[in-house]
């Protein structure tokens, strides 16, 4: 029996919204760019750090937010509106949820743009937005799960292509790793406190971390792969079943991998294992859709040749095939005990983010805006001079930021004959690597050059033409009766019809390995060991580590020394996980561009604090440190500090009543007990400044485990 009647339905398609996201996404591009290429900048001239809304600690994250949600967001929605449509042979479920799904989704952006530089960040890593606009992202997030579902069940189209299996597993896993990740405890509507502490907060963090690359960086993608790419080659894909086995073993292997961001840190080595193992399995499914994308250009390489859109289909195809190749590499602890820390993990994110999701979108834009406005491309030569430009940003992007890693780590290990570190000052590597650090900019300016030309001949291409707001369409409409033929026993073509049943399918493959890997962490108590001279931060120490916070030195500073040599050398003790016990959020970084501050208290007396934020350079001559003049000049603000106490409380941090009532009274003692000594040293600073409290917590980080080592002595 057939699965389609001989009634043909006629109906439009929206390439309004699409459009809306596609400009979305050009502008977005270019912002997110430009915020790149300045702070690469401002890592070998600290001039650049303008005002305190515009250090690198504040728009770096504005950086990878524009670029990850605002340049790739508005394309996967641009590319899944679009093909949605067409592959369901359907309009999309409600026109005005696009709307809101797209006005909501800009204000996000906007919102962002806006909190960032004011400071007023969580500091995890890609999540950084407070819980405000983390409630937005759900509730736009749903509206677009609506809206796509709604859609595919009016589809008049019963087969669902492989495509839309990427589309549903990436709402469903951005939706649990998204909701997860951001339970916080919120102080004031621009304040929160993580729920998580220490080694929870970091594990529950990189699941979220790695897993946000996976599911909203690479599985969307891979969907827009299986549509455009055929569509783009007028080829059919390579091979039907090797999708499914990509698309199933992907999703469940890539779950696990989150771990190998936390190798030789105080998480449990049984964590770090799992995240190697699953690492190393990774390779498998995703060339596996490497190959299938590539494979799928057979025969038709001569077009390749001729059509730049192409070009750049597989020069990101080819991208992220090397990353998927390296990140597993990284896996391995001996490589991860040169590379983490150092620039040549940049070198490898970016490499993804320019080449796969960066010329994916570029290829999807070209190929798509031309064809709703029913019109050529303006420029087919900037197409190609774009293609060149981007792939020349891409080598003189990450060649140097390769060699720049690989240096950082050798000299970071590097011993004298006699057994002492040859490179004992940090800047010494600091110095060596800034050559590096300008050819990246360059590479950088190369990149946003190309989408600045890509810019100008899509919006000119967009003007000699005329959007077909509403596409006419027809097809037959699908029968609610049907009865399965012969050819339709395969197992899968079950799943291929049933798109609730691929949405649990998808939720229980990465259930699995989120189940395995973050319950145990959080359930049994000996997998964090306390430790009885730990104690939770002051009133005044609290303060101080919000404005750590609050100015991004998580950005360049790590808060973890490793259990190797070249660091307890360095710094000093190696970290254990109890210290981190009262740590809402952890703070252990993900990159050295300065030396490591878990040891950093008691270290140098006040003034030499004072006088570094004031002018980093007086102590330490050539840092790119950027000077921190506001904090010696801002009045902290305590209005807060009893919430906030009560907030960690109720956290389970152990402040009794007494503390939190006398908390205004015990901040004060001690910022001026620092106030004094400073004044002994020969600065004279009011208490009640920003500094004060900087101070006193960077006097007080890591000094827990020397009082046990003092006691023991």
Request: hydrophobic fraction near 45%; proline fraction near 5%.
């Amino acid at each position: 029996m057939s699965a389609i009647s001989t009634h043909i339905e006629r109906f439009e398609y929206d390439n309004k919204i699409v459009r809306n996201f596609a400009v979305a996404t050009i502008i977005w591009g270019i912002v997110g760019m430009l915020v790149g290429v300045i702070i690469a900048s401002q890592l070998f001239k600290p001039e650049l750090n303008v005002t305190q809304y515009g250090t690198f600690g504040r728009i770096r994250p504005l950086h990878t937010n524009a670029v990850i949600f605002a340049f790739v967001g508005n394309a996967i929605f641009m590319g899944v509106y679009y093909s949605l449509q067409r592959l369901c042979k359907a309009r999309m479920f409600s026109d005005f949820l696009s709307k809101i799904h797209f006005w909501g989704w800009q204000l996000i952006i906007v919102a962002a743009a806006i909190t960032l530089p004011l400071g007023l960040t969580s500091s995890k890593e890609y999540a950084e937005l407070e819980w405000p606009i983390d409630i937005a992202i759900t509730l736009i997030w749903v509206v677009f799960g609506i809206n796509m579902f709604g859609t595919i069940f009016k589809r008049r189209e019963r087969h669902l292509y492989v495509a839309i299996w990427f589309y549903i597993a990436t709402f469903i896993t951005v939706a649990v790793l998204h909701v997860v990740n951001s339970f916080e405890l919120p102080v004031s509507i621009f304040k929160s406190y993580s729920l998580y502490a220490g080694v929870q907060d970091a594990l529950v963090q990189w699941w979220y971390g790695h897993n946000a690359v996976a599911f909203f960086l690479t599985t969307p993608f891979l969907g827009l792969m299986y549509y455009y790419l055929p569509k783009m080659a007028n080829r059919p894909v390579y091979s039907y079943k090797l999708s499914i086995l990509h698309f199933w073993a992907l999703i469940f292997i890539y779950i696990w991998a989150g771990p190998h961001h936390l190798l030789y840190t105080s998480l449990p080595d049984w964590a770090q294992s799992l995240g190697t193992v699953f690492s190393i399995m990774l390779i498998a499914p995703s060339w596996g859709g490497m190959i299938n994308g590539l494979l799928t250009l057979r025969g038709a390489w001569d077009k390749v040749r001729e059509d730049a859109i192409l070009k750049f289909m597989v020069v990101g195809v080819t991208s992220y095939g090397m990353a998927t190749f390296e990140g597993p590499m990284l896996s391995l602890k001996n490589v991860n005990a040169i590379a983490h820390f150092t620039d040549w993990i940049v070198a490898h994110v970016h490499v993804g983010a320019l080449g796969w999701n960066g010329f994916l979108s570029f290829a999807i834009l070209y190929w798509l805006l031309p064809r709703i406005y029913h019109t050529t491309i303006y420029s087919k030569k900037l197409i190609n001079v774009h293609f060149w430009l981007g792939t020349l940003g891409i080598i003189f992007y990450a060649v140097p930021m390769y060699i720049s890693g690989f240096t950082q780590g050798m000299m970071w290990k590097d011993f004298t004959p006699e057994g002492t570190l040859k490179y004992g000052n940090f800047l010494e590597t600091t110095l060596q690597i800034l050559p590096m650090h300008a050819m990246r900019a360059f590479g950088g300016l190369i990149y946003l050059t190309g989408a600045i030309l890509m810019a100008y001949n899509l919006f000119k291409t967009m003007a000699q033409g005329s959007l077909e707001a509403n596409e006419p369409a027809e097809a037959p409409a699908l029968e609610v009766a049907y009865t399965p033929t012969g050819s339709d026993t395969y197992w899968h073509r079950w799943f291929e019809r049933k798109p609730i049943p691929l949405l649990v399918g998808s939720l229980v493959m990465i259930l699995v390995g989120t189940a395995v890997e973050l319950i145990p962490t959080f359930m049994v108590k000996s997998n964090v060991e306390t430790i009885s001279a730990v104690q939770p931060y002051t009133a005044l120490e609290l303060e101080g580590r919000d404005l750590y916070i609050r100015e991004g030195c998580v950005s360049c500073h790590s808060q973890m020394v490793r259990p190797f040599r070249s660091e307890t050398e360095r710094y000093g003790q190696y970290s254990k996980a109890g210290e981190f016990v009262y740590d809402h959020p952890f703070l252990w970084g993900s990159k050295r561009t300065g030396p490591d501050l878990h040891r950093e208290g008691g270290k140098y007396p006040d003034s030499w604090h004072y006088h570094h934020m004031r002018e980093p350079i007086s102590m330490s001559p050539g840092s790119i440190m950027p000077p921190y003049p506001w904090l010696l000049e801002q009045k902290l603000n305590t209005a807060d500090i009893e919430a906030k106490m009560k907030a960690m409380q109720k956290l389970g941090v152990p402040y009794d009543a007494y503390q939190i009532q006398k908390a205004q009274e015990d901040l004060k003692t001690q910022a001026d007990g620092i106030a004094a000594n400073l004044a002994k040293e020969g600065v004279k600073v009011s208490s009640d400044k920003e500094i004060i409290a900087l101070i006193a917590y960077l006097q007080r980080i890591g000094t827990d485990i020397k009082k046990t080592e003092t006691a023991a002595n």
